[in-house]
């Protein structure tokens, strides 16, 4: 099954919010409200930034949010940070013959 | 600490077998779900097998028939045996353990390299 479908880049100016798309399907992301976000900065592990569409692990800033709508769902940063510039991916558990799925990743720049 | 330490990894000709490990430590190792998701260089995140707490299991179609997952909770840990190893297997493995639907946890990863 294919990735889940995210923009390859996105950027903007400290203080400015963005916001990363990950579209999937009715499998994945549209059936189930098990969508997650993950930072990865360059040589590190994925970090979990946001559980269950739009819920944060203690220690995450508030500055990040999510949500969805149908078989989309987002992430917002918002108060852009340069320790914001990451790799972020989606994730999605999925009832095909794969049981979760990631997008292709999208890297943050903070210009 | 929670932590999750993998290895295992390094350089394997290509059809060789290696098994990595994941230790885990500083959480309830045997009531979480594990993951392997490996990461090709320069690539994005690819999952690869689910065992469940209870050993139900699950695998990606890209590496089905080639690599077993299984846990150890007496000595909280998690592998993967790896066999018929490719070229595209290159990458580096990470172990993540998996709450409720979310990969909560996440070790450093593992390096594999396949390369005659």
């Known amino acids: 099954q294919s990735a889940l479908t995210q923009p390859a880049s996105v950027s903007g100016s400290p203080g400015q919010s963005i916001t990363i798309s990950c579209t999937g399907t009715n499998s994945d992301i549209g059936g189930y409200n098990y969508v997650s976000w993950y930072q990865q900065h360059p040589g590190k592990a994925p970090k979990l930034m946001i559980y269950g569409v739009r819920n944060r692990p203690s220690g995450v800033s508030n500055r990040f949010s999510g949500s969805k709508s149908g078989s989309m769902a987002f992430l917002t940063i918002s108060g852009l940070q340069a320790e914001d510039e990451a790799d972020y991916y989606c994730g999605s558990y999925s009832n095909k013959n794969t049981l979760w799925i990631f997008g292709g990743g999208t890297k943050l720049t903070v210009l | 600490e929670v932590q999750l330490v993998e290895s295992g990894g390094g350089l394997v000709q290509p059809g060789g077998s290696l098994r990595l490990s994941c230790a885990a430590s500083g959480f309830s190792f045997s009531t979480y779900s594990m993951n392997w998701v490996r990461q090709a260089p320069g690539k994005g995140l690819e999952w690869l097998s689910y065992i469940s707490s209870t050993s139900t299991i699950y695998y990606a179609d890209s590496v089905k028939g080639r690599f077993t997952i299984s846990r150890d909770n007496a000595k909280n840990s998690l592998y993967l045996q790896m066999n018929s190893l490719r070229a595209e297997d290159t990458a580096v493995y990470y172990c993540?353990?998996?709450?409720?639907?979310?990969?909560?946890?996440w070790g450093q990863g593992t390096m594999l390299t396949i390369s005659s």
């Open positions: 993540a353990g998996d709450r409720d639907y979310t990969f909560d946890i």
